[in-house]
């Protein structure tokens, strides 16, 4: 199970941290993602982090997002930074289906967490 925290209404301009905790599977053997979906609309990737540690963003984040891995806490962050009003969506937060296998392909994703919300005011 994931479950992600950290969203809240922010003015454009402003930083937020999400976390996504793991339960029942370790973070460092996957690809861990970050995906976001405004109502109506398909579901969108974020960011990455392979279970070596390298990431991969999506290019309207590119320079504005990172994210993190705390292999001791089983937890994936999401720094944003930065944040514009485009940004508001509700960010959810999955791991990959294969340990040790790589993709930004949404259907190699599973174990969606509840998603949280994150509002940038202009």
């Known amino acids: 199970q994931l479950q992600a925290s950290g969203g809240g209404l922010v003015q454009a301009g402003g930083s937020l941290r999400l976390s996504c905790a793991a339960s029942?599977?370790?973070?460092?053997?996957?690809?861990m993602g970050w995906f976001r979906q405004a109502p109506g609309k398909e579901r969108e990737f974020v960011a990455a982090?392979?279970?070596?540690?390298?990431?991969d963003y999506a290019d309207s984040v590119k320079g504005r997002f990172t994210i993190s891995r705390d292999n001791a806490k089983n937890t994936v962050y999401l720094q944003m930074n930065n944040l514009k009003p485009e940004d508001t969506r509700v960010y959810y937060c999955?791991?990959?289906?294969?340990?040790?296998?790589?993709?930004?392909?949404?259907?190699?994703?599973?174990?969606w967490g509840q998603g949280t919300q994150v509002t940038v005011s202009s």
């Open positions: 999955a791991a990959g289906r294969v340990p040790y296998y790589y993709s930004l392909v949404l259907p190699d994703f599973e174990s």
């Open positions: 029942g599977r370790t973070v460092s053997s996957y690809t």
């Open positions: 982090i392979s279970w070596r540690g390298g990431s």
